[in-house]
């Protein structure tokens, strides 16, 4: 139902009409409205203990609709500052995870590219959705290999959840790693036990040269 290649074509910087389109395409048929903030939130299941985030804006420097790329498993923008996949390519698992009915607290946030504005907003506010999360896993980290233990040098996720979530998932080549930036799920270590980014296949984020490991 939902096509990566066709989400990949929205150039999505926040505030941008794009985005907007983006969301009501996408996410308000699955989500409904947003919060006050411009975050997405759906609870799947009963009292879910994991929190899945990925977030809806794009650091295109322009909105709109790019062309791609692709050779083999890979895909690039045709002419971009971006591709975009970080977090195209969350918000695609979070959808096709949603339509699986796996069981989940599910957040697409707004503005992360900005400064996690979305994610920090509702943190803040608390919503009852949170009570029983006791994991958040953020769908935006690049490459093949990453379950992040520690972000902007503080440990955020303990080594043994990195450890059994590479086991449930069968795929072993995802392990521990101490090099986590900021995503979405840094804002929520502050009341979350566990909260981790894991690899979703995109490579030289940020870049013209940004590319998305379809096969991963």
């Known amino acids: 139902k939902y096509s990566l290649l066709e989400m990949l074509k929205w ?9 907007k389109e983006f969301c009501k395409i996408y996410l308000e048929p699955v989500f409904g409205d947003p919060d006050e903030h411009g975050n997405y939130i759906k ?3 009963d009292s879910p203990k994991v929190c899945f985030a990925a977030h809806h804006d794009t650091v295109h420097k322009q909105g709109g609709k790019q062309e791609l790329t692709i050779c083999g498993d890979k895909v690039k923008a045709t002419n971009s500052n971006c591709l975009g996949a970080d977090c195209t390519t ?3 698992l979070i959808l096709n995870m949603i339509q699986a009915k796996v069981p989940g607290v599910y957040v697409v946030h707004a503005g ?3 400064g996690c504005v979305g994610s920090a907003a509702l943190v803040k506010d608390y919503p009852s959705s949170l009570d029983q999360v006791n ?28 450890v059994s979530l590479s086991k449930v998932l069968s795929m072993p080549q995802l392990r521990p790693d101490n090099t986590g930036s900021y995503p979405d799920s840094n804002e929520y270590a502050c009341i979350v036990p566990e909260c981790t980014n894991i690899s979703v296949g995109y490579l030289r ?12």
């Open 11 to 19: 150039m999505r910087p926040e505030g941008s009409e794009a985005q």
């Open 43 to 45: 609870i799947v299941g």
């Open 90 to 92: 969350g918000v695609w």
């Open 112 to 114: 992360e590219e900005i």
């Open 135 to 162: 994991a958040v896993i953020s769908f935006d980290r690049k490459g093949t290999e990453s379950i992040i233990t520690h972000q902007l040098g503080s440990r955020t996720c303990s080594d043994e959840f990195a």
């Open 205 to 216: 984020q940020h870049t013209p040269n940004e590319e998305q490991d379809m096969y991963y």
